[in-house]
């Protein structure tokens, strides 16, 4: 039999060659989950998170590779834009989720003067609202299908691009498995840094408002993705990311709630009750 047949479907590549970590730092920033950076043998620096990294902060913290992986694999699917993902293997043998490096953080190098936090280019026009409009109203539904209760502002990268700024998304530590499962039943709590940043955005910004066939949009596109992408997506990251029958667990889900919860967010923006 061949390695190829051996594995099944396993992406055997991605697994086999995790980029090794050559140095490691700790994170300066007083952050709940990213504790350490790696510099890896491709010369990159990535934000890295391990199975260990949410002690503390999260109800299933073991949860937190696996989350990001599968929420940025989903994403990827659907047309959201994320860092670069990498398996890292640290100098300990510890195969981590790795993020990479891409800037984003100080808007100062694109639009002069002092460093702002991107909003305020919004704010003062810098950057057009439509922008942003237009990542939000795709992200916001998936993060309420993932239960990703911690989308605050500084979890998009706003980078210089062309001749305006573009988009990613990142962290998804507090979603997904690392936040129970089956997610609980929605709507989201009101006081979650997700609800409160899109209440926060309509206060702020005059105009602001989710484009609703934008997001009913991300939900299409949720209902087309068939349990054999998911299994793909699974079988993609090394599989000590998940305990024995998590796997089956979750492509039952998909078959089954995975509507419903969908059903639920589609109801809720077309009401207008989640906007
Ligand atoms: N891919 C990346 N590119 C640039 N900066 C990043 C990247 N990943 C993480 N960071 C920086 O590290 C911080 C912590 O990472 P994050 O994934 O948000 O972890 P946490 O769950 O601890 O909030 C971010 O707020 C950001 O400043
Ligand atoms: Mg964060």
Redesign the pocket.
Known sequence: MSLYQSVGRVNFLTLLFPLKEIISRR?D?S????KDYSRAEDGQWY?I?GCNSGDGNLPYPFYVPHSEWFCQSLCECIGLAC?PRRIIERQSKELVFG???????DLSNTFGGVRLDWWHYVHNGKIPIDDFIYIFSKLYPFDLFVNNNDRHA??Y?VRGQMDGVSFLV??F??SWMSNGFPPPSLPMASGSNTIRLKDQFKSCFRGFAVDVQIALDTITSLRQIPSTKIEAILDSHPQEWLSPGDKEIILEWWNSDRNSRLDTIEGGLASGDYL
């Not at 993020?99 to 953080?105: A, K």
């Open positions: 994170s920033a952050t709940a989950v990213c934000a998170k860092p993020s990479r490096f891409e800037g984003g953080v500084n979890n990268l990142f962290d530590s507090n």
